[in-house]
Protein backbone atom coordinates (compact mmCIF):
# COMPACT_ATOMS: atom_id res chain seq x y z
CA UNK A 1 0.00 0.00 0.00
CA UNK A 2 1.46 3.40 -1.15
CA UNK A 3 1.69 5.74 1.71
CA UNK A 4 3.03 8.88 2.52
CA UNK A 5 3.37 10.65 6.36
CA UNK A 6 3.69 13.95 7.03
CA UNK A 7 5.48 15.32 10.00
CA UNK A 8 7.37 17.96 11.47
CA UNK A 9 5.25 21.29 11.87
CA UNK A 10 4.74 23.23 14.72
CA UNK A 11 4.93 26.59 15.88
CA UNK A 12 7.39 29.05 14.82
CA UNK A 13 7.84 32.69 15.43
CA UNK A 14 8.13 35.30 12.13
CA UNK A 15 11.84 34.89 10.64
CA UNK A 16 12.20 31.35 12.26
CA UNK A 17 13.08 27.90 10.26
CA UNK A 18 11.24 24.77 10.34
CA UNK A 19 12.13 21.72 8.50
CA UNK A 20 9.23 18.91 7.30
CA UNK A 21 9.38 15.31 6.68
CA UNK A 22 7.64 13.40 3.97
CA UNK A 23 8.24 9.64 5.00
CA UNK A 24 7.22 6.99 1.83
CA UNK A 25 6.42 3.45 1.65
CA UNK A 26 4.74 1.01 -0.63
CA UNK A 27 6.46 2.36 -3.39
CA UNK A 28 9.88 3.00 -5.34
CA UNK A 29 10.68 6.43 -4.29
CA UNK A 30 13.47 6.92 -6.72
CA UNK A 31 10.64 6.67 -9.58
CA UNK A 32 8.59 9.49 -8.00
CA UNK A 33 8.66 13.01 -7.83
CA UNK A 34 7.32 14.43 -4.65
CA UNK A 35 5.40 17.91 -4.48
CA UNK A 36 4.88 20.08 -1.59
CA UNK A 37 1.51 21.78 -1.57
CA UNK A 38 -0.11 24.21 1.02
CA UNK A 39 -3.09 25.46 2.16
CA UNK A 40 -4.55 28.58 4.37
CA UNK A 41 -6.62 27.62 6.28
CA UNK A 42 -10.09 28.78 4.71
CA UNK A 43 -7.99 28.97 1.31
CA UNK A 44 -7.54 27.03 -2.15
CA UNK A 45 -4.46 24.90 -2.91
CA UNK A 46 -1.23 26.61 -2.97
CA UNK A 47 1.91 24.31 -4.94
CA UNK A 48 5.09 24.58 -3.50
CA UNK A 49 7.31 23.03 -5.14
CA UNK A 50 9.08 19.58 -6.28
CA UNK A 51 11.99 17.51 -6.40
CA UNK A 52 11.85 15.49 -9.39
CA UNK A 53 12.64 11.57 -9.83
CA UNK A 54 16.09 9.87 -10.56
CA UNK A 55 15.66 10.11 -14.14
CA UNK A 56 15.29 13.43 -13.82
CA UNK A 57 18.05 13.90 -11.45
CA UNK A 58 16.21 15.08 -8.75
CA UNK A 59 15.72 18.54 -9.86
CA UNK A 60 13.72 20.94 -7.77
CA UNK A 61 11.80 23.71 -8.41
CA UNK A 62 10.02 26.41 -6.29
CA UNK A 63 6.93 28.52 -6.52
CA UNK A 64 8.40 32.57 -6.83
CA UNK A 65 6.76 32.86 -3.23
CA UNK A 66 9.02 30.62 -1.20
CA UNK A 67 11.82 30.66 -3.61
CA UNK A 68 15.25 31.35 -2.14
CA UNK A 69 13.42 30.72 1.41
CA UNK A 70 12.21 26.84 0.95
CA UNK A 71 14.74 23.97 -0.14
CA UNK A 72 13.41 20.72 -1.15
CA UNK A 73 15.63 17.58 -0.30
CA UNK A 74 15.29 13.98 -0.57
CA UNK A 75 17.13 10.94 1.09
CA UNK A 76 16.62 8.06 -1.02
CA UNK A 77 17.86 5.62 1.45
CA UNK A 78 15.63 6.89 4.02
CA UNK A 79 12.67 6.69 1.63
CA UNK A 80 12.25 10.37 2.83
CA UNK A 81 11.60 14.51 1.17
CA UNK A 82 12.02 17.10 3.06
CA UNK A 83 11.08 20.61 3.18
CA UNK A 84 12.95 22.85 5.01
CA UNK A 85 11.70 26.26 5.85
CA UNK A 86 13.73 29.12 6.52
CA UNK A 87 12.96 33.33 7.31
CA UNK A 88 9.52 32.24 7.74
CA UNK A 89 6.71 34.71 7.56
CA UNK A 90 3.44 35.03 8.90
CA UNK A 91 1.49 34.30 5.55
CA UNK A 92 3.48 31.06 5.47
CA UNK A 93 1.40 29.36 8.05
CA UNK A 94 -0.88 27.09 6.12
CA UNK A 95 -1.47 23.25 6.66
CA UNK A 96 1.48 21.62 4.56
CA UNK A 97 1.12 18.31 2.42
CA UNK A 98 3.34 16.11 0.40
CA UNK A 99 2.05 14.21 -2.63
CA UNK A 100 3.95 12.48 -5.04
CA UNK A 101 4.08 11.82 -9.11
CA UNK A 102 5.22 8.37 -10.10
CA UNK A 103 7.32 8.84 -13.44
CA UNK A 104 5.01 7.85 -16.16
CA UNK A 105 2.22 8.02 -13.74
CA UNK A 106 -0.91 10.42 -13.02
CA UNK A 107 0.39 13.46 -10.69
CA UNK A 108 -1.35 13.41 -6.87
CA UNK A 109 -2.48 10.16 -6.89
CA UNK A 110 -1.39 9.91 -2.54
CA UNK A 111 -1.06 12.64 -0.26
CA UNK A 112 0.09 12.62 2.90
CA UNK A 113 -2.44 13.55 5.73
CA UNK A 114 -0.89 17.00 6.00
CA UNK A 115 0.90 19.03 8.83
CA UNK A 116 0.10 22.55 10.33
CA UNK A 117 3.30 25.43 10.35
CA UNK A 118 2.20 28.47 12.28
CA UNK A 119 4.27 31.07 11.86
CA UNK A 120 3.45 33.76 14.92
CA UNK A 121 5.20 35.49 17.65
CA UNK B 1 3.34 31.04 -15.15
CA UNK B 2 -0.40 29.79 -15.87
CA UNK B 3 -3.10 31.04 -14.19
CA UNK B 4 -6.54 28.78 -13.86
CA UNK B 5 -9.74 30.48 -13.34
CA UNK B 6 -12.30 28.04 -11.92
CA UNK B 7 -16.22 29.00 -12.34
CA UNK B 8 -18.48 28.89 -10.88
CA UNK B 9 -17.35 29.96 -7.05
CA UNK B 10 -20.14 27.72 -5.78
CA UNK B 11 -22.41 25.44 -7.04
CA UNK B 12 -26.11 24.55 -5.42
CA UNK B 13 -27.50 21.28 -6.64
CA UNK B 14 -29.87 18.70 -5.31
CA UNK B 15 -28.41 15.06 -4.70
CA UNK B 16 -29.08 13.23 -8.16
CA UNK B 17 -28.49 16.57 -10.34
CA UNK B 18 -25.65 17.14 -12.79
CA UNK B 19 -23.00 19.04 -11.83
CA UNK B 20 -20.47 20.78 -14.58
CA UNK B 21 -17.14 22.81 -13.42
CA UNK B 22 -14.96 24.74 -15.73
CA UNK B 23 -11.30 25.48 -15.65
CA UNK B 24 -9.93 28.18 -18.09
CA UNK B 25 -6.01 28.49 -18.37
CA UNK B 26 -4.35 31.88 -18.87
CA UNK B 27 -2.26 30.44 -21.75
CA UNK B 28 -2.82 26.38 -23.35
CA UNK B 29 -2.15 23.47 -21.02
CA UNK B 30 0.86 21.50 -22.59
CA UNK B 31 -0.24 17.95 -23.38
CA UNK B 32 -3.67 18.66 -21.68
CA UNK B 33 -1.46 17.73 -18.29
CA UNK B 34 -4.62 19.09 -16.56
CA UNK B 35 -5.84 17.39 -13.31
CA UNK B 36 -8.90 17.49 -11.32
CA UNK B 37 -8.89 16.89 -7.21
CA UNK B 38 -11.85 16.43 -4.57
CA UNK B 39 -11.41 17.72 -0.84
CA UNK B 40 -13.68 17.53 1.98
CA UNK B 41 -13.05 19.55 4.95
CA UNK B 42 -10.11 18.05 6.99
CA UNK B 43 -9.01 15.86 4.54
CA UNK B 44 -6.23 15.85 1.91
CA UNK B 45 -7.37 16.42 -1.53
CA UNK B 46 -8.17 12.81 -4.01
CA UNK B 47 -7.22 12.55 -7.39
CA UNK B 48 -10.36 12.34 -9.42
CA UNK B 49 -8.70 12.74 -13.32
CA UNK B 50 -5.64 13.48 -14.81
CA UNK B 51 -4.49 14.24 -18.45
CA UNK B 52 -7.85 16.12 -18.78
CA UNK B 53 -9.65 13.00 -19.64
CA UNK B 54 -8.81 10.14 -17.82
CA UNK B 55 -10.47 8.99 -14.63
CA UNK B 56 -7.99 7.97 -11.52
CA UNK B 57 -7.93 4.51 -9.62
CA UNK B 58 -11.27 3.66 -8.27
CA UNK B 59 -12.88 6.59 -9.48
CA UNK B 60 -16.97 6.08 -9.90
CA UNK B 61 -17.73 6.87 -13.27
CA UNK B 62 -20.23 9.64 -13.17
CA UNK B 63 -17.33 11.96 -12.84
CA UNK B 64 -15.80 12.53 -16.25
CA UNK B 65 -13.33 15.07 -17.37
CA UNK B 66 -12.76 16.83 -20.92
CA UNK B 67 -11.23 19.53 -22.77
CA UNK B 68 -7.84 20.77 -24.38
CA UNK B 69 -5.77 23.81 -25.23
CA UNK B 70 -7.40 26.73 -22.25
CA UNK B 71 -10.59 25.12 -21.90
CA UNK B 72 -11.78 22.06 -19.12
CA UNK B 73 -14.41 20.92 -17.81
CA UNK B 74 -15.34 18.27 -15.14
CA UNK B 75 -18.51 16.70 -14.83
CA UNK B 76 -20.72 14.42 -12.52
CA UNK B 77 -23.06 12.96 -13.90
CA UNK B 78 -25.43 12.60 -10.94
CA UNK B 79 -24.49 14.29 -8.04
CA UNK B 80 -24.40 11.33 -4.60
CA UNK B 81 -24.34 12.89 -1.24
CA UNK B 82 -20.40 12.06 -0.83
CA UNK B 83 -20.21 14.46 -3.68
CA UNK B 84 -20.97 17.50 -2.07
CA UNK B 85 -17.21 19.04 -1.68
CA UNK B 86 -14.42 21.04 -3.28
CA UNK B 87 -13.22 20.72 -6.60
CA UNK B 88 -10.07 22.06 -7.97
CA UNK B 89 -8.11 22.23 -11.08
CA UNK B 90 -4.51 21.78 -12.01
CA UNK B 91 -2.19 22.34 -14.15
CA UNK B 92 1.00 20.06 -14.37
CA UNK B 93 2.65 20.87 -17.76
CA UNK B 94 4.29 24.00 -17.18
CA UNK B 95 6.40 25.07 -14.43
CA UNK B 96 5.65 26.46 -11.64
CA UNK B 97 2.53 24.17 -12.04
CA UNK B 98 -0.78 26.04 -10.18
CA UNK B 99 -4.56 25.46 -8.75
CA UNK B 100 -7.41 27.07 -9.52
CA UNK B 101 -9.57 28.66 -6.81
CA UNK B 102 -11.89 25.75 -6.24
CA UNK B 103 -15.56 25.60 -6.79
CA UNK B 104 -17.51 24.37 -3.87
CA UNK B 105 -20.52 21.96 -4.77
CA UNK B 106 -23.16 22.56 -1.82
CA UNK B 107 -26.38 20.87 -1.39
CA UNK B 108 -29.16 23.17 -2.35
Known amino acids: EVQLVDSGGGLVQPGGSLKLSCAAS????????IHWVRQASGKGLEWVGR??????????TYAASVRGRFTISRDNSKNTAYLLMNSLKTEDTAVYYC????????????WGQGTLVTVSS | EIVLTQSPGTLSLSPGEGATLSCRAS???????LAWFQQKPGQAPRLLIY???NRATGIPDRFSGSGSGTDFTLTISRLEPEDFAVYYC?????????FGGGTKVEIK
Open chain 1, 99 to 110: TRHEILGPPGDN
Open chain 1, 26 to 33: GFTFTDSA
Open chain 1, 51 to 60: IRSKPNNYAT
Open chain 2, 27 to 33: QSVSSSY
Open chain 2, 51 to 53: GAS
Open chain 2, 90 to 98: QQYGSSPLT
